[in-house]
Every structure is written in C-alpha cells, then in structure tokens.
C-alpha cells in the first residue's frame, strides 16, 4: 500500500519561498510519476507539476515558472519549492503519485497539509 | 475557469441515481484521452473513483460508473447513499501546447436529500 505525508512550514509570508516535503513509503519515487496538487479554500484541485522517474519534470504554466519540484531516491521524497509567494497561494497541498502521462490519474494521496500565505 | 466543466451541484433522494456530467473539449476529452474521477470527502484528500473512463480501483462499489462521448464524460452513481454525499472531480490529459498537461472540472457538489 502506498502512503504519502506532506510536511512544512504552515505559514509562509509573502514574497518568500514555500518549500514542501512529501515522504513517500510502499513506492520507489523512482518509478512513475509524483505530483503536487494544490486546492485554494473553498475551490477546486489545480495541478502545481510532476518528476518523473528520469527526474524530468512538468509543471502547470499558470505557475509562471515559480515553482520547482525535485527528488531525493535516498530518502524516497520529493519536494516542492514556490517562489514569491502571494495570498493566492494560499492552499491545502496535496503530493500525489500519478499513474503515467497520459494515463495520468492519481492513484495515492497524501492527506494535505494547509500552507497559509500571510505576513 | 476550469478547461473541463461540471455542473456545481446536483442532488437526489437516497436509492435513486443521478450523474455528473464533465464537459471537455478536442485538445483533451474528444482527443480520446481518458477521464478519471475523483471523490472527495469534506476535510480529506481527493480520492479515485474512477480510472481511464470507466474502471474502478479496487473497494469502489460498482454503483459508481463512468462513460464518454465525444468531448463529454458522465459518472453515474446508483442507488444513492447519505454516505455519496461529497465534491467529485472530473480529470484528464490535455494536449493545449499553453496549458497544463494535467487539467481538472470545478468540481460538483453531491447533495443526498
């Protein structure tokens, strides 16, 4: 069974940077792809990006090349960095291992962890 | 404003059925990519449904089912439980060369009366 657990901090201030961890057990970050989904309170799921098993990513072009997402095999997590930081990203963030690209639903979630963008 | 549409909201009486419609368009649904969907309990993580169109990850009942059409998805849930009550999500690929590989719908909110 697959299990994923996002960590960090839950208060970012504006302008710096958001960094999250998702540690990841009954998996190989190593093969398929991982992902990172962010849900803004009271919306919708918006896909932030992915590492794939190569270590390539993919990211959402909304973001504007704010975020950036890379891997530790060692330890089995990846890790989520978004930069200049606004209110607008406020939000539950959610690591997820998507199943392939195209075939590209998410079979495994973290529970979430709520990042809280304010001075 | 999502690039998959879903209606807000639907409702229906416990045992009947209802469905939620996900809307696409060529660059994704009616590109033949598949749909998923999501089932999210308030204050948990989303949770799959339902994978490539109309298969059911293992422990899902098989009141939930999916279809496609052209540039539109259906799930269908029948014989409808207090327990259905939740906020599902419609997924898929898209292959817009300015938009995100990985798009979602608004999302629709499951009333059981």
């Known amino acids: 069974q697959v299990q994923l657990q996002e960590s960090g901090p839950g208060l970012v201030k504006p302008s710096e940077t958001l960094s999250l961890t998702c540690s990841v057990s009954g998996a190989s970050v190593s093969n398929k792809y991982w992902s990172w989904i962010r849900q803004a309170p009271g919306k919708g799921l918006e896909w932030i990006g992915h590492?794939?098993?190569?270590?390539?990513?993919t990211y959402n072009p909304s973001l504007k090349s704010r975020a950036t997402i890379s891997a530790d095999t060692s330890k089995n997590q990846f890790s989520l960095k978004l930069r200049s930081v606004t209110g607008a990203d406020t939000a539950v963030y959610y690591c997820a291992r998507q199943w392939a690209r195209y075939n590209n639903y998410f079979d495994s979630w973290g529970q979430g962890t709520l990042v809280t963008v304010s001075s | 404003q999502s690039v998959l549409t879903q209606p807000p909201s639907v409702s229906g009486a416990p045992g009947q059925r209802v469905t939620i419609s996900c809307t696409g368009s060529s660059s994704n649904i009616g590109a033949l990519y598949d749909v998923h969907w999501y089932q999210q309990l308030p204050g948990t993580a989303p949770k799959l449904l339902i994978f490539?169109?109309?298969n059911r990850p293992s422990g899902v009942p098989d009141r939930f089912s999916g279809s496609k059409s052209g540039t539109s998805a259906s799930l269908a849930i029948t014989g409808l439980q207090a327990e259905d009550e939740a906020d599902y999500y419609c997924q898929s690929y898209d292959t817009s060369l300015t938009g995100s590989d990985v798009v979602f719908g608004g999302g629709t909110k499951l009333t059981v009366l």
């Open positions: 490539d169109t109309n």
């Open positions: 590492i794939r098993d190569l270590g390539s990513t």
